[in-house]
């Protein structure tokens, strides 16, 4: 089972900031929080990862808390085409295989 | 440099019939998973491999699932005698051999249809 929990669903107005939570309230000292996303039913996408400090690229940038029980993923300027299913990962360093969850349908609204 | 490619992109089979699903990782990357969709549902995570070795097998259904990653050529996963049920979005996946990058990366997805 996925160890994450995230919200069903989130709208976001385009242009905006669509801020993505996800709680971890389990995680280990060696778990990463990766992020994907689905668009409709292509393959998954990476977006992100981190261990503990808040991490940024081209995409979006991550926020840990300090006790790192809970995250956000954040796109600092939603566009119709972040519309997808984003999915939290929490997973051990190495090739271990991600357990997907049922993730957060996020839709831009135009 | 091309991403992970996969095909056929869409696969019709009927019951009873075999069913062939090819995935080519990305150059340079060495580790192959494989994941299912079914329609509804989210990815689950089927089998793990490297050049020649399955490395992770316990998502796999113990009966007509088959995977391989041989030393030359792409990963292919194999189902045999298809049924309604394996109808659905079958992903493939790679990462780099490099320790200090864990990424999967993923193809477009075979959708088989079992008819």
């Known amino acids: 089972d996925a160890k994450t929990t995230q919200p069903p669903s989130m709208d976001c107005a385009e242009g905006r900031a669509a801020n993505l939570p996800c709680n971890h309230s389990t995680i280990s000292g060696n778990e990463y929080v990766y992020w994907y996303r689905q668009i409709h039913s292509q393959g998954p996408q990476y977006i992100i990862h981190?261990?503990?400090n808040n991490e940024t690229n081209e995409m979006a940038s991550l926020i840990i808390t300090e006790d790192r029980k809970s995250s956000t993923l954040i796109l600092p300027h939603a566009t119709l085409r972040d519309t997808a299913v984003y999915y939290c990962?929490?997973?051990?360093?190495?090739?271990?295989?991600?357990?997907f969850g049922k993730g957060t349908r996020l839709s831009v609204i135009a | 440099n091309a991403g992970v490619m996969q095909n056929p992109r869409h696969l019709v089979r009927r019951r009873g019939q075999e069913a062939r699903l090819r995935c080519s990782p990305m150059?340079?990357?060495?580790?192959v998973y494989w994941y299912r969709q079914l329609p509804e549902e989210g990815l689950k995570f089927m089998v793990y491999l490297q050049k020649e070795n399955i490395i992770d097998e316990s998502g796999m259904p113990k009966e007509r699932f088959s995977a391989e990653f041989p030393k030359e050529g792409p990963s292919i996963l194999r189902i045999q005698q298809v049924v309604r049920g394996d109808s659905a979005a079958y992903f493939c996946?790679?990462?780099?051999?490099?320790?200090?990058?864990?990424?999967?990366?993923f193809g477009p997805g075979t959708r088989l249809t079992v008819t």
């Open positions: 990962i929490v997973r051990s360093s190495g090739n271990t295989p991600l357990v």
């Open positions: 981190g261990l503990k």
């Open positions: 150059k340079g990357h060495s580790h």
């Open positions: 996946a790679s990462s780099p051999l490099d320790r200090g990058s864990y990424e999967q990366y």
